[in-house]
Nanobody, 125 residues
């Protein structure tokens, strides 16, 4: 599975951005796609995930109510709509996918086998 992320950029606090992640190759057996982020000097952390078959969504507490993960099944693409952005949302955002994940591990970084290249999101105060 190859993942291509796009859509990052610089935005003022309170603004919005939408990230996209297009998957190709072996996507028919995909179980989940997710977004993680990594700020300088910090560990990579879970942001949001989507269980592919059911379309159910999961969020980190820090982004609930502000971020929305969605998908276009026909395009094998997931999106992360980020609203009410805060300076603490500044990070490199990575999309990830896996074909063997169990639901209880959907927010666990090391459970994902496939990763996109990352896209920078910078929120100025």
């Amino acid at each position: 599975v190859q993942l291509q992320a796009s859509g990052g950029g610089l935005v003022q606090a309170g603004g919005s951005l939408r990230l996209s992640c297009a998957a190709s190759g072996g996507t028919s057996s995909m179980r989940a796609m997710a977004w993680f982020r990594q700020a300088p000097g910090k560990e990579r952390e879970f942001v949001a995930a989507l269980w592919w078959s059911a379309g159910s969504t999961y969020y980190a507490d820090s982004v609930k109510g502000r971020f929305t993960i969605s998908r276009d099944k026909a395009k094998n693409t997931v999106y992360l709509q980020m609203n009410s952005l805060k300076p603490e949302d500044t990070a490199v955002y990575f999309c990830a996918a896996d074909r063997n994940l169990i639901l209880s591990s959907i927010s666990t970084v090391r459970q994902y086998d496939y990763w996109g290249q990352g896209t920078q999101v910078t929120v100025s105060s």
